[in-house]
Structures are given as C-alpha cells and as structure tokens.
C-alpha cells in the first residue's frame, strides 16, 4: 500500500508546479465556501469589472486614453443599473403583486371546480371528501404563498441598509478595478512562482472560456429577455415584464431553465386567454423564441464552445448550484471547464 502511495505521489506530486495548483485551488474553493457570502459584492464586482473589460480594450485599441476608456464604459454601465434599478425591478415587482392578488384567487377557483369535476365525473376515485380535502390543501397553500411575499415584503425593511450599501460599494469596486486592473494583476503575479508554464496554460485557457462564456451568456439573457417582452407586449400577454425577466434569467440554467420557464408563461396565457388560437399564438411565439435562441443565438454568441459532456454539465449545475446558489448556477460551466482544464494540463512524472 505504501509502495502504491510513494508511486502515485511521484507520478501527480513531483512537480513543483502541481503542489502550487493544489493550493490554490484549495484555497479558492475553501475562500468561495466559507465566505462567499461576506465577500459576495467583491465577487459581483470583478464579474461586472470583468465583463466590462472587453469594451476598455476595443477602445484603447481606437487610440483613446486608458482613463476614457474607462470613463466611457463605465457611464454606460452606470446607466444600465439605473434602468434595471428605476424601470425594470418595479415594474417585473408590480407585477407580480398584481398576479398574486389576481390570479392566485382565480387558480384556486379553478382547481376547486376541477376537483369538484372529478368526484362527479369518477366517483370510484375520487370522492366528495377527496375533494374537499384537495380545495383545503389548495387554500393552505395560497394562504402561504401570500404571507411569504408579505413576509418577504416587511422582513425586507431592515435590510435596506445592506442593500444599499451593496448598491453603492458594487459600482465603486468595479470603477477601480477597471481603472487599476494592471496594478492588481500585476499583484496577483507575484504571488505566483516565477516559472509556472502549468498554470499560465490553465490561466490561458480559462481566460478564454470565461470570456467566451460570460460575456456571451450576459448578452443573451439581455437579447432573449428583451426578446420576450416585446413579443409579450405585442400579443397583450399580461405580466409581460415578470415573464421576460423569468425567461431572460432562465437561459442560466442549461438544459432546464427553458422547460422550467414554460410553466408559468402558459400558465398565464391559459388563464388570460383559455384554449383558443390566442394561447396556441402565445405558445408558439414562445417556441420560436426558444428555438432561434437554441440554434442561432447560442452558437452565434458561443462562437468557441465549450466541449463539456452534457452529463458533465448538469452535475456541475447540480453540485456548483447546491455549494454557491445562483452564482454557481451562472458558472457552473465555466468552472466545469476549470476542472477538465486541471485535469488534463496537470503535470505528471512523464511530463516533468
């Protein structure tokens, strides 16, 4: 056993190069879990200051002073919060007050006639007191449904503070790390070991992934988002701004997000609307939505693919999603891709 041991050491160990990997990755996943939470605006601002990068770039390119560029870029960013803060947020947050207060009552109306229906209709399955117990539990549920966003609505007084603070210290952390991003990396560096051909591999390939994946996923929440809405608006589709914003957001999660998403859109169309050529409208728009963005949106954006398994992809959502909530969801690929990366540049005793 020892003899086993000493042989796989030597053969994943023995290059220094691969000590400094495990440290770091250790060290980031154990910063990432324990306090992820208390650093989570320090995290949202290097994504944003992140995505934002690119623009900084393409401007410096065009012979435009570094501090401009990052004026520019930042003044256009500012505004995009200000009209998801001001215009967005309260209208998809009207909205769905308004949607519990009207169509929660009218669901439960709904299923009570249905399950009424049903004792009638087959009483050998389902009889009165089924029934009855069926429209109780139905009325518990929405009686719950309401005091939650009620709940959510006043035990979030006294966090809008936090909340403000976080709006305010977001955008000042990305402004710097915009403005200073080659003093700070060039801070990061030297941490590193002086030669590290591993890990730059790594760096290199990730680098491009991430970009690839994060700019390009944040462009098509914005396209499919706006997308829906004015298609939604068109068809009259009440709550339009709510079912957007859901649909926009739903394309985080791979695979699923699209079918969890349709739910509620129809839904809402089936209680607007009923079973007539207005809903098949609704739903086919939605379907057209869904397919341009699965066969032309997506390989347009994602112009360097990740080469993940799908398998491999829906555990990264499962286990990254369960460690980190949302965030993990949003980089559930990327950091899939992080792993695969390690695992095949990982230097061994053959390539020392």
């Not at 691969?18 to 770091?24: A, E, K």
């Not at 006639?113 to 139905?138: D, H, R």
């Not at 914003?245 to 394309?251: A, I, N, P, T």
């Not at 999660?253 to 089936?270: E, L």
Request: proline share 4%.
């Amino acid at each position: 056993m020892r003899y086993m041991f000493e042989q796989w050491y030597k053969r994943y160990f023995s290059n220094e190069e691969s000590i400094y990997l495990v440290i770091y990755v250790v060290l980031s996943f154990a910063v990432l879990f324990f306090l992820g939470h208390l650093l989570t605006p320090l995290f949202v601002a290097l994504i944003l200051a992140y995505l934002m990068q690119g623009g900084v770039v393409s401007l410096k390119q065009r012979n435009m002073p570094h501090i401009a560029a990052v004026a520019v870029v930042y003044a256009v960013f500012i505004g995009i919060v200000l009209a998801i803060m001001f215009v967005l947020l309260p209208l998809a947050w009207s909205q769905l007050l308004r949607f519990v207060e009207e169509q929660l009552p009218e669901l439960l109306s709904r299923s009570q006639e249905v399950s009424t229906s049903l004792s009638v209709k087959y009483p050998n399955y389902f009889s009165e007191a089924q029934a009855a117990a069926i429209s109780l539990g139905l009325k518990a549920r929405v009686a719950e449904w309401g005091q939650k966003l009620l709940s959510l609505s006043i035990n979030g007084l006294p966090n809008l503070i936090g909340i403000m603070i976080f709006v305010v210290l977001v955008p000042v952390l990305v402004f710097f790390f915009l403005k200073d991003r080659d003093y700070l990396v060039g801070g990061v560096l030297k941490m590193l070991p002086a030669r590290r051909p591993i890990i730059n591999q790594v760096w290199v390939e990730m680098n491009r992934q991430m970009a690839n994946y994060v700019r390009g996923k944040a462009f098509e929440i914005i396209i499919v988002g706006s997308v829906t809405f004015i298609c939604f608006t068109f068809l009259k589709l009440k709550y339009a701004a709510l079912l957007s914003l859901m649909v926009g957001l739903s394309v985080l999660i791979p695979f699923i997000g699209a079918a969890v998403a349709t739910v509620p859109v129809a839904i809402v169309a089936y209680f607007q609307m009923g079973w007539g050529s207005d809903f098949i409208t609704v739903i086919v728009v939605y379907s057209i939505i869904q397919a341009i963005d699965g066969n032309i949106l997506v390989p347009l954006l994602f112009s360097e693919a990740v080469n993940l398994h799908p398998v491999a992809i829906i555990l990264a959502v499962l286990v990254f999603g369960g460690l980190w909530g949302v965030w993990g969801v949003f980089f559930a690929i990327p950091l899939a891709t992080l792993v695969k990366a390690l695992w095949v540049s990982w230097p061994t005793h053959g390539a020392a």
